[in-house]
């Protein structure tokens, strides 16, 4: 029997309106920006307008990302709460796919602006198959010390051994597919920061994701032994924004494009992948053909990476040597700059930089779950 799951960065799938930006310009869109507004009563209807007219496109392409995907169960980041989720998918999911994401699991972790990991699934797979819910397990709550990973590395960047790893949660969901086991540890690991102390935002917030992927390695060790952890059938689905590889972009669109592979020395993808822990099931498609998203600041600065992983245990990678994932772009704004032969027909209302499905791109993959 087959299973399709996916997974997703939604970007902010949120149902609150975010009035920072009145008081701090880095949180201020830049469209209220163009405008003179006098105070903050002024600023908030039309915060109110602009985040509602912006969401109903973005969320069309949210949507249809998903829908492409044909998923039967969708790892997502980036989502607000239960009442956000319920709403976007009978509102805008619904209308694209009908009845189909009954079941659907969040719980609140500990991203300070409220975004979390969630899991959407339909009741049976395309196949027809059941799928079961067994059990929600958070692990927001563990610390560094609970797990003997406080290094020197966190403690210069001001973290403490009784802070939590976790910048959002590692939810574990085990199900039944077809009355066959299957646990899904669903991640969204620290961001990338702005420079600090002389490093890069991703040298800076390197340690605090490392943690983050030796405490998610602890989890599943502890959970099925560490000598037995291969032989399990699990799957490690997120966004841990980080990369061990990316596709630097120089030139320009009137004299043509330059793209060229650049290996990273130093990733937290290491800790799950080097010894064959995990398997990156993405690094089966061509090296210029993995990423999930653009990163740009301008001319100067532009690459593709993956920030979106599928990782299978080493018996599911076995079960599944010839599975392939897809990545949904088409909900990419048409800023991105796509590799020779990868340009693909954007969705209906896709700007420049905005409106967009989201800035990441979902992958999907289907497994044989025997």
Partial sequence: MSLRLATFNVENLMNRFDYSGFRNQLNQDRTLALFEIKDEAEYRPLEQARAIAYADDMRQMTALAIAETRADIVCMQEVDNIQALNAF????????VGQGYR???????????????????RNETRDGEPIEFVRMTSHAHHTFQEFDLHTPELATIGIEPYERIFRRDCLEIDVKIGGRPLTIYSVHFKSMSGFRNGLTG????????I????????????????DHAGDRRWVICGDFNDYRQR???????????????????????????????AVNVVERRPELDRWTLFHTRGPEERHLCQLDYILLSPALARENAAAVPDIVRRGQPWRTIFPPGQEVERYPRAGWDRPKASDHCPVAVTLNIR
Avoid: H, W
């Fill in 89 to 96: 998918e009978y509102g805008y999911l619904f209308k694209m």
């Fill in 103 to 121: 079941q659907k699991y969040i719980a609140s972790g500990n991203d300070t602006r409220g975004i979390d990991v969630a899991v959407m699934m």
């Fill in 202 to 209: 991703r040298e800076a917030s390197r340690p605090i994701r």
């Fill in 211 to 226: 943690a983050e992927a030796s405490a998610v390695r602890r989890i599943i060790e502890n959970r099925f032994g560490k």
């Fill in 247 to 277: 596709v630097v972009i120089a030139g320009e669109a009137y004299t043509g494009y330059d793209f060229r592979v650049v290996d990273e020395i130093g990733s937290c993808l290491d800790i799950l992948l080097e010894d064959g822990f």
